[in-house]
């Protein structure tokens, strides 16, 4: 028996600043543990916090492309609790008057538009890290005081298809407005998933399970398809009390969600305002300000390809998934780069190659946008045919050389003599009276062999377009 399924979404995400939200200390991902750390981070006594105003006007900028309601003032909370990886025994965090609440935002799931809607977003700090070995476990700062943006949702999605668009939604605005990396190999993202079921017909939700710290999207996924799957057999064989309101973790060994803690009741944090930091006045003209530096979005791109330059939905879609792609497509139109070559260029030859790796972006790619752009020109202009522009490419590849280098070093010019590449029909011609008495019988592919044989003696130099027509010319 299907249930329905009810699904909501903690989503913490690192922001990009000089330094962390509440120090000095760089704000940095470093393999050296304990290399960014301040005395702030470290709690020392006599220290005292101050707020980075970047990361205020990023939060501020999220909650308004949310369309959150923005308080008057920005102001922080501690939230007390004891934990080896919180040296002060207390976050800064929102809690009373967070930076935005009831927002909305719409989506596409599979080709339909889903409102999301927003409880609040929050501006923190992160904690430290722990390492864990065999008989020890050791703790690292420098993700002590990292700016953290906390995304709340209501329990508005049914799915693990409707959360995962979600959450590529908002890494894609995060990316977009350069508010954080998103990388999830940094540790840079995580989510905490909150799932139940209940009949169809039902009017109050089930019992809630929370998965914390899940921290790739893949994972995501499969920790809601899990536990609809788990709580779903245990309803269906009347044991739906042992769902019980409990914190879980994914276990990607086992693929499944193992028990941490019972969570009969919400931990009480004793929340009480953060007194070394006075509160800060969102004016009207600050929101106005920050409004100015929202460029634009990813869907707002994609809208953009497919109503100017008449790309197709997916293809649209390939580019502007990933920000550094489709701001290369950007660089090779600003080049003069025709809007649909640069698009198959892209979405084929660049991206085929950075898919190689999980280690490299399209950044690290020697193949950069004038690269594309010239490539492109030298085809348009008839002086490379399709197949040697391809070649051009690889080789582009494996000697880093331009296109313009590459077409020098191998005398690959397209043949543009009338009168020699006329001499070469007509040797073709000579060689083949067979296949030319079979195309006249009805078997037109030879027309394509005997072209091919033109193109062989040019050594690929040959424009096929026009020594195909000259062909048809010379034996029909």
């Not at 934990?83 to 080709?111: A, E």
């Not at 594309?372 to 085809?379: D, F, M, Q, R, S």
């Amino acid at each position: 028996m299907a249930y329905k399924a009810v699904i909501g979404l903690e989503f913490h995400c690192e922001m990009k600043s000089h330094t962390k939200v509440f120090s000095n200390a760089i704000n940095g991902y470093s393999k050296v543990s304990n290399e960014y750390v301040s005395p702030v981070d470290m709690a020392f006594p006599g220290t005292l916090p101050v707020v980075n105003k970047t990361c205020i006007r990023k939060a501020i900028e999220m909650a308004y492309i949310l369309n959150c309601k923005i308080p008057e003032y920005m102001e922080f909370d501690r939230k007390n609790y004891f934990y080896p990886d919180l040296p002060k025994g207390y976050q800064i965090t929102q809690f009373h008057n967070p930076v935005g609440v009831n927002g909305k935002i719409d989506i596409d799931v599979n080709g339909k538009t889903k409102t999301v809607l927003i409880h609040d977003i929050h501006l923190e700090e992160d904690a430290a890290s722990l390492d864990h070995y065999y008989d020890t476990s050791t703790i690292d700062y420098n993700r002590a005081g990292v700016p953290l943006l906390e995304l709340v949702t209501e329990p508005c999605f049914n799915s693990a298809d409707e959360a995962l668009a979600f959450l590529e939604h908002i890494k894609s605005i995060y990316e977009y407005t350069d508010i954080s990396e998103c990388d999830s190999k940094k540790g840079q993202i995580r989510a905490d998933v909150n799932v139940s079921i209940m009949d169809e017909n039902d009017t109050e939700f089930g019992t809630k399970v929370e998965v914390k710290n899940v921290n790739s999207f893949s994972s995501i996924r499969s920790t809601i398809e899990y536990e609809i799957q788990r709580q779903s057999e245990l309803k269906a064989s009347g044991r739906y009390d042992e769902v019980v309101q409990e914190t879980r973790r994914w276990d990607d060994e086992s693929s499944t969600t193992k028990h941490m803690r019972s969570k009969a009741d919400a931990i009480d944090y004793k929340y009480f305002t953060e007194p070394n930091l006075p509160r800060y006045k969102i004016t009207k003209e600050l929101i106005e300000d920050i409004k100015k530096d929202i460029p634009m979005l990813a869907y707002e791109r994609k809208e953009k390809y497919i109503k100017e330059y008449n790309l197709s939905e997916y293809d649209a879609g390939v580019l502007v998934k990933n920000k550094k792609v489709s701001d290369y497509f950007e660089e090779c139109l600003n080049l003069g780069a025709d809007p649909k070559s640069a698009c198959n260029w892209i979405t084929t030859r660049v991206l085929a190659e950075v898919n190689r790796s999980e280690e490299i972006t399209i950044d690290d790619l020697f193949i950069r946008p004038n690269m594309i752009a010239e490539l492109i020109k030298l085809i348009n202009d008839k002086k490379i045919s399709n197949n040697q522009g391809k070649e051009v490419f690889i080789k582009m590849l494996e000697e880093h050389l331009t296109p313009s280098e590459i077409v020098k070093k191998y005398n690959m010019e397209v043949l543009e003599d009338d009168n020699l590449l006329e001499s070469l029909v007509n040797e073709v011609i000579s060689e083949n009276e067979k296949a030319i008495e079979d195309y006249h019988n009805g078997r037109t592919n030879m027309l394509d062999y005997l072209v091919g044989q033109v193109m062989k003696k040019s050594k690929g130099k040959a424009n096929p377009v026009e020594a195909k027509n000259k062909m048809i010319e010379k034996i029909k």
